[in-house]
T-cell receptor, first 115, second 108 residues
């Protein structure tokens, strides 16, 4: 089954404790992206990647890091989480050839709370 | 100014009503457009693409006006199950830009 898998789905952590949210897709997609969603602000892009070893900042990259060492994985790293990073995070992937159809495949989301 | 802007909503409509959502985009380099649907606390899912000639999928009709940089979504004969947030999306290069979404509640 084609899917994007995020882990963990739910996490409560404390300020300053490094954490990683993993994202994996099994569709051989080149494009992957991370978003955060907050009430009233919609989906905001954090980072995206067009291919292996190619990453670019989105609208709200501060406080986050990403890596794309393999095509299928695109982890989101919070080196020193702060309460303002409490949010619902989505990972998504797509294939350039599918750009015209616009199907971005999303993971189920990771709800992160930073105390 | 956001690259993709939408009606703020929420839209509360009775079952059977026709409802229209508007969206504008500021970057004329955007080449493709889409409507996504997001249910509460769930991931967004593609509803339909938007073509310049206009396109229809059952009760849903999407229109694109490149000259005005305007996109619309029309839902006819609203159902309770249409209650969701509708996201307008522009594809710029190979990057997807999302609007903030418009929430629709269809009431019995």
């Amino acid at each position: 089954e084609a899917q994007v898998t995020q882990n963990p789905r739910y996490l409560i952590t404390v300020t300053g404790k490094k954490l990683t949210v993993t994202c994996s897709q099994n569709m051989n997609h080149e494009y992957m992206s991370w978003y955060r969603q907050d009430p009233g602000l919609g989906l905001r892009q954090i980072y995206y990647s067009m291919n292996v070893e190619v990453t670019d900042k989105g609208d709200v990259p501060e406080g986050y890091k990403v890596s794309r060492k393999e095509k299928r994985n695109f982890p989101l790293i919070l080196e020193s989480p702060s309460p303002n990073q409490t949010s619902l995070y989505f990972c998504a992937s797509s294939a350039p050839g599918q750009g015209k159809t616009g199907e971005l495949f999303f993971g189920e989301g990771s709800r992160l709370t930073v105390l | 100014r956001k690259e993709v802007e939408q009606d703020p909503g929420p839209f509360n409509v009775p079952e059977g009503a026709t409802v229209a959502f508007n969206c504008t985009y500021s970057n004329s380099a955007s080449q493709s457009f889409f409507w996504y649907r997001q249910d509460c606390r769930k991931e967004p899912k593609l509803l339909m693409s938007v073509y310049s000639s206009g396109n229809e999928d059952g009760r849903f009709t999407a229109q694109l006006n490149r000259a005005s940089q305007y996109i619309s979504l029309l839902i006819r004969d609203s159902k309770l199950s249409d209650s969701a947030t509708y996201l307008c999306v522009a594809l710029k290069g190979q990057n997807f830009v999302f609007g903030p979404g418009t929430r629709l509640s269809v009431l019995p």
